[in-house]
């Protein structure tokens, strides 16, 4: 019988099964501490992302909140004041009797209510008609009452200043009650809008609704908010609400929309009743001005200096599920910002509409998880699709504010939140690179140290076999081996 030869017996070596078990274990151990490395990255970084954007997040939503406060505490607090019910009294009276003492001074009302067409045409349907996407008709806005005319005449068509700088005229033309009045008071509430930022202020009669003076001077000056051109607007709203209320300490906050009279920008407007004594006089109405809150929200156009990086903001959302302030995205970028929300689905209407306005608010709709669970009351953090289609680590929560149901969003872009695990991928490459090559000579040359002198035994271990019982085995080594050797 033929025996077999310790080639044809020979399998895998235990030198490179040996290599083999270290390779694997070298392997397995850094892919386990890289990919563990890599999740703790990643949680580390969101962790960090989050924190921020709901630091930011309370930051804003206590300063909106304090905001809205002051504002309301402002317009109760100033409608009590005695110079307020004297200036609605005076005005009101003075405006009873303006047409009859115009027509005894010989003013041309005729020639006044054409200069004032002309107004409208020229100067007020051409700005408008330029933030809408259909034009209106003249009749939608002209004033349906003589009063209103010669108000508007007097500090609209005969106001020799600009469009927008209607407000420095102090005293009409005209040798009448109301011109008097006016210049008397118009100073100090001018200068009460311009230390506090409004956009405009408001005194509004409590029986007819007319609106007997304004700081501002647009279209609506004049006109009444029971039955004239904008009865149905917010700012008639707050008119009625403040004027039904009874109570001199009521305050109404009217939700931002549309307001023709300022050329279809968004307007929101904050009321309070007006007392003389006991007895109802009227309505004080302040415009809120939209500036002042994106100041806020933005951190005046600062949002990398509060954590916001090159993609992150802080807006507000409506009921509506539409922007309450500017989009940073549009103040950074207009025409890039059409172009991203064109291509997220959004009509091309209203892409033309925010392009006319330049501003999104009331118009950018922002229909995400978020702003869904937001308005639902919950506050939280989640990872979501926004209104621009890309994905944001989003923060959010709702705000307590009187009379409106808005909610805060702050956001920052998933990609740039994450940009860091980009570099910690690349340093594990580099260790990779470095430590598999060394690994791999550490295991070689341990596996042949390992199997050398087994290898030396083996030969011995056939040399016996064969009958040389006079070789010398040259294993010297203290382990096991070495025992076995000897």
Sequence with gaps: MTRPSSVEKRGISIRSRVLAVLAMVAFISMGAMGALSYSLGVTTLETQAFDQLTSVRELKGGQIEDYFQFIVDQVVTLSEDPTVASALTDFSEATETLSGEL????????????????????????????????????????????????????????????????????????????????????????SYLERFGY???????????????????????????LDGPYRNSNIADAFRAAASSGVPEFSRVEDFQPYYPSYSTMASFVSSPVFDGDDPVGVLILQLPIGRINDIMTSREGWSSIGLGESGEAYLVGADRRLRTESRFLLEDPEGYAETISEAGVSEATVQAISSLRSSIGLQEVRTDGTALALRGEMGTATFEEYRGVEVFSSFRPLDLPDLEWVLMSEMDAAEALEAIGTLRIRMLVWLAVLVPLLGFIAFWFAGSLTRPIRVLSSSAAELAEGHLDIEVDVNRGDEIGELAG
């Design 199 to 225: 956009y405009d202020i408001f005194l509004v009669d409590l029986s007819s609704g007319r609106i007997v003076y304004s700081v501002f001077k647009e279209v609506d000056f004049g006109t009444s908010l």
């Design 103 to 190: 027509a005894g001074s010989g003013w041309n009302l005729p020639q006044a209510e054409e200069e004032l067409r002309l107004y409208y045409q020229d100067e007020f349907l051409p700005r408008l008609s330029a933030n809408l996407l259909e034009p209106r008709p003249f009749s939608e806005f002209w004033p349906g009452d003589e009063t209103a005319r010669a108000l508007q005449a007097l500090y609209l068509s005969s106001n020799p200043y600009e469009v927008g700088s209607k407000h420095l005229q102090d005293r009409g033309e005209e040798p009448d009650a109301y011109n008097e009045i006016h210049a008397r008071f118009h100073p100090l509430f001018r």
